[in-house]
């Protein structure tokens, strides 16, 4: 196994017991453990010793007094059977590979936690009760024919469509159909074969899951492969940076969308600006031919009256004349007048020419500028004006680096909405926008000039607070809050006030942006978890 990380094989191994649907002993977790391991690293490199280890290592484990796996394993187990209210099955599946990426076996087991807990205080789903009053359906009088109308509607409206093209579920939806159309339909043999397609689409969604984040981590390292290559090249580091923000795990078709806006937008932008750049070098380069030009003009000029004055010096010494001299005084004169009238000439055409080139060059350089501007867009969320993941990453480094060099502090923040998607489904995400625009707004005006703060992700900020302390950085965020609560949003049923969970870390020589991403996000789960509308500091937990 020294090639094989050992946390993976156990993510694989709950993967595999949460798709069998076993029991979370000891027992199964070291029997799929044995056939995780055996199929990782081939059956000669596993032997029944190392097969009675992994039984012993893996009982072990489900017993440690630090961890108990045994008792988290049974609760998600149970909570990933239960219908919830508020969740899908697919949320359920996005939430579980996003968990089983730590690799980290603490922060593994912290993050599961915190997932079951999440999902426990989710009510069971219930099925509405009838309204009275209203007419009487067939289905409601229990006719078969009805029933049997609704299952045939289930079946072929709802699943098929994702399993149509499914060749295992291909043979399962026609004899579903032919037991459907019978005179006498078997009910068992409905129910096993719906209980198949529904096993077989929950397959599909987390193959779908994991062919999504395997494609999305594929973009991301060639995008970081051209981007080491490219790292001079402003403007193509600009439209892979809004790639690599729309891509970013978990996939959101609405954060996809977006970023193809913004990408069209950006290379509009930058075509624009580039072919204004290209019409004025072409400008540049127009005048530095006429320049050329002109001084080779000069120097054509320049030889020919020097050869005449040659040979009107050579005349003069052999003249004995008078009228000769003054015929070779005049030739003297006419050419230097001549050479004179064409020196004005081109001097007048450099100096309109030196005239024309400092225009274009100053054109050249605000056009630069603008075009970089456009691609340092970029850092910024376009509909909050924070800064996004991008800009969140150089701010960082920058004030790490201040930070280490003055021997100074640097506290992280990590901000989330609380229900926000509560308020999307209710009122709309265009409501939505405006409430997420409105708190950025009051949590900017709460921040010093030195501070920062960036969109993290959907309703999670970030904040940056240069030489400050947790403690302090916990009396900002109770501002902002003291702030909303000022703040009611009016809607057409009344008005809700906004309220948000935060947790707070302090950096340490060492940490990068990631680390102190996840101290405060066990702050944050903490706060969340005590009830929302809170504070909590990491090193409090």
Same mark, same amino acid.
């Given at each position: ?29 070291? &029997? ?45 187990? &149970? ?13 359920? !599946? ?73 060749? /295992? ?16 339909? =078997?009910?068992?043999?409905?129910? *096993? ?34 981007? %080491? ?11 892979? +940076?809004?790639?690599?923000? %729309? ?26 600006? *580039?072919?204004? !750049?290209?019409?004025? &070098? ?34 003069? +010494? ?5 009228? *000769? !001299? ?28 030196? /005239? *024309? ?67 999307? =489904? ?7 926008? $405006? ?9 900017? $005006? ?13 309703? +999670? ?9 947790? /403690? ?12 909303? =609560? ?28 990631? =680390? ?26």
């Amino acid at each position: 196994m020294s090639t094989v990380n050992a946390t993976e094989i156990a993510r694989e191994t709950l993967r595999h017991l949460a798709n069998r649907k076993a029991a979370p002993t000891p027992e199964n977790y070291a &029997r799929v453990y044995h056939e995780v391991c055996t199929e990782k690293l081939g059956p000669e490199a596993v032997s029944e010793t190392s097969a009675t280890a992994a039984d012993t290592s893996a009982a072990n484990a489900c017993d440690e007094t630090e961890y108990h796996w045994a008792t988290l394993l049974s609760r998600w187990f &149970r909570e990933w059977e239960r219908d919830q209210e508020n969740l899908t099955h697919l949320q359920k !599946i996005m939430s579980r590979e996003q968990v089983l990426k730590y690799s980290s076996n603490t922060t593994l087991y912290h993050k599961l936690t915190a997932l079951v807990k999440n999902w426990e205080k989710q009510p069971t789903r219930r099925v509405p009760p009838a309204t009275a009053g209203v007419e009487e359906d067939p289905i409601a009088r229990g006719s078969q024919e009805a029933w049997r109308e609704l299952w045939r509607r289930s079946i072929f409206q709802g699943l098929a469509a994702s399993l149509r093209e499914d060749g /295992e579920a291909a043979p399962i939806l026609r004899q579903l159909e032919a037991e459907l159309n019978a005179d006498a339909p =078997d009910l068992q043999q409905l129910l *096993q074969g719906s209980r198949q397609l529904w096993q077989r689409l929950d397959q599909l969604e987390t193959d779908g899951a994991r062919l999504s984040a395997a494609l999305s981590e594929l973009v991301h390292i060639f995008l970081r492969n051209i981007k %080491s290559l490219v790292e001079d090249d402003r403007w193509l580091l600009g439209q892979m +940076e809004i790639l690599e923000s %729309s891509l970013h795990p978990p996939l959101r078709l609405q954060r996809v969308q977006t970023g193809v806006g913004s990408l069209k937008t950006l290379v509009l932008q930058q075509e624009q600006r *580039q072919s204004s !750049i290209g019409a004025a &070098r072409r400008a540049l380069h127009d005048l530095m031919t006429l320049i050329f030009e002109s001084l080779e003009n000069f120097s054509q000029d320049s030889a020919e009256a020097q050869n005449a004055l040659a040979v009107y010096s050579q005349n003069l +010494e052999v003249a004995e004349d008078w009228q *000769q !001299i003054r015929r070779i005084v005049t030739g003297v004169l006419e050419t230097s007048q001549r050479l004179r009238e064409k020196t004005a000439g081109s001097l007048a055409v450099l100096k309109d020419a030196r /005239e *024309q080139l400092r225009q274009a060059q100053n054109k050249i350089h605000e056009l630069e500028e603008e075009l970089a501007t456009v691609s340092a867009l970029v850092h910024v969320d376009p509909l909050t004006g924070a800064l996004n993941r991008r800009g969140l990453a150089e701010v960082f480094r920058r004030e790490k680096a201040r930070a280490e060099r003055h021997n100074q502090s640097l506290v992280l923040a990590l901000v989330d909405l609380d229900r926000f998607k509560r308020i999307n =489904d209710r009122y709309g995400h265009d409501l939505g926008d $405006r409430v997420l625009i409105n708190f950025c707004e009051t949590f900017r $005006r709460a921040l010093r000039a030195t501070d920062s703060f960036a969109r993290y992700g959907g309703e +999670e900020l970030v904040a940056l607070l240069p030489n400050s302390t947790a /403690e302090k950085a916990r009396s900002v965020l109770e501002r902002v809050q003291d702030e909303l =609560d000022r703040q009611p949003t009016m809607v057409r049923d009344g008005s809700f006030t906004v309220s948000f969970s935060a947790g707070i870390t302090q950096w340490r020589s060492g940490m990068e942006l990631e =680390d102190c991403i996840i101290d405060a996000d066990k702050a944050l789960y903490a706060a969340k978890a005590a009830g929302r509308r809170r504070v909590f500091l990491s090193n409090e937990l």
